[in-house]
């Protein structure tokens, strides 16, 4: 899980610094910005309301704003993600992270999956378009199935979740999205990222782009363990917190998806 090392550079450059939050006040996107340019990530996400400041805090730097469409739900029309979309370039936005349709997904219609996704790409006027599929609402089977429809709608990116979902970031969903999309597909992932460890993680699974909201922390922590001559191991690792069984809540999951994840964790144990 940890073979592939990385420098903290390239890690800088894969991190999504990121604030989502409801309650985020302009002196907080304004840290977030003056952080991004410090560690020079590769991206800002914010809300679309931050998207002007963000675009007029980075200025003339490589780090890039992405703002969020359809979130948290997805279930918006697929014409309002399109406007949404259209209202983001025009503000300053680089990239868009959009939230998949899940129910309609779950009920198969995959034709208004497809044109939902269709309609940002085009409205997005170029730019990367990331499709959060919100993996702790879908089998393994779903999840191969909602990668191979982004792909199909010219989108750039799969992404696990938005972090407000039932599941952040898990090594096998990761490394199935990678199988799935193939070496030439951006893979994202989100959610509970948090730590270096993690971080590397998700990067041996397949990722090429962490959202996360730690970013400094996480960039912190990588250089104590590379200035310290050491790298990660598996050998404290958990399994209920590295592979995505573990965090399996009936509450929180459609009963089926939460019935695969159970089955999931007792192959496992077999």
Not at 47 to 53: C, E, K, V
Not at 84 to 99: K, N, P, R
Not at 197 to 210: C, E, P, S, Y
Not at 228 to 245: A, L, N, R, T, V
Request: proline share 2%; glycine share 6%; with cysteine.
């Amino acid at each position: 899980m940890y073979s592939k090392k990385v420098t903290v550079e390239e890690v800088a450059k894969m991190i999504d610094h990121t604030n989502l939050k409801p309650f985020t006040t302009k002196k907080e996107i304004h840290r977030l910005c003056e952080e991004a340019k410090e560690y020079d990530f590769a991206a800002v996400c914010v809300n679309s309301s931050n998207i002007s400041l963000c675009h007029d805090l980075l200025r003339n730097t490589d780090v890039e704003v992405a703002a969020v469409v359809g979130f948290p739900l997805g279930a918006c029309t697929p014409e309002a993600k399109a406007f949404e979309t259209q209202q983001s370039i025009h503000l300053g936005a680089e990239e868009l992270d959009m939230v998949m349709n899940i129910g309609r997904f779950r009920e198969e219609n995959y034709t208004l999956v497809q044109k939902d996704i269709e309609k940002v790409v085009n409205a997005a006027e170029g730019a990367k378009v990331k499709v959060i599929l919100e993996t702790g609402y879908l089998n393994d089977e779903q999840i191969i199935k909602a990668c191979q429809i982004v792909k199909e709608a010219n989108a750039h990116f799969v992404k696990t979740s938005t972090g407000f979902g039932p599941m952040g970031a898990f090594y096998d969903h990761v490394q199935l999205m990678r199988q799935t999309v193939g070496s030439n597909f951006g893979v994202k992932t989100a959610g509970g990222i948090r730590d270096a460890k993690t971080a590397v993680r998700m990067i041996n699974a397949g990722a090429d782009r962490l959202g996360a909201s730690a970013g400094v922390s996480i960039i912190n922590s990588l250089k104590e363990v590379i200035n310290e001559g050491k790298w990660f191991s598996s050998d404290d690792d958990e399994p209920d917190k590295i592979y995505s069984w573990g965090a399996a809540d009936s509450k929180k999951q459609p009963k089926e998806v939460y019935d695969f994840y159970i089955q999931k964790k007792e192959r496992f144990k077999r």
